[in-house]
């Protein structure tokens, strides 16, 4: 059933296809990103010099046009002091994007990686640069940093699977809304709760399990971000789940 604001959605069925991958967390930076393009022109209010986007065009390899739409991205998204705070990040992201609280909080420590709570041009062009470029190792870094909850720069079990559950409930959401019309009244948004159905529930434990086994080459139980990287890169069976970019 799917009722309003209180809402409990249960999908019986789950596609062959429907496991996460990487592909569902650079998803919602996608969403996010054009969900706030704005159609005026950029200003030079950002601080951002020629230099400047020289250099991230080179890092991340992207397009002059593509950085553009970036920084107008931010430019609309940002309040005072040309700085988006957490609040703001999280109202927006439940309200017309997918994800839950704490898929947003996940996403949003992502960002800001000196930890003072805002996200500014720089840490924002960081991760949206690796979105829309960057080598797979980029990715795996922001994914890994994005899985990494307590910031101890080791992933044990529980942060694989509780971020891995989140995505998939942002998914369940995502794929309700494609498959209704758009003109339904009812919508599933970041603050639909969903329940993961049984047998999803047990798949992800049992990749998860073999992620591990393949993945934790010292065997002690904790992935650090050389052995994501590396074992990532390397094992391209698991990639049907973890899948990159």
Partial sequence: CFCSDSILFFLPWIPPSFFPSFDFFFFFLFFFFFFFICAA????DMGVNKSQMKEWQERYSISQSKLNEVLRAFKKQAGKGNLITRDQFLTLMQQYGVADVEFAESIFDSFDQDGNGTIDVKEYMSLMGVTFGGTIEDKLDASFSMFDKNGDGQLDRDEVRSMVLMVS?????RQF??????????????R??????????????CMIEEVFAKVDTDGNGTLSKEEFVQGFSEHRDICSFFKQF
């Fill in 41 to 44: 022109k950029m200003g030079n």
């Fill in 169 to 173: 409930r942002a998914v369940i959401r």
């Fill in 177 to 190: 809304n494609a498959e209704n019309d758009a003109a339904a009244k009812k919508k599933a948004t970041g």
């Fill in 192 to 205: 639909t709760e969903v329940q993961i159905p049984d047998e999803l529930y047990q798949k992800i434990n």
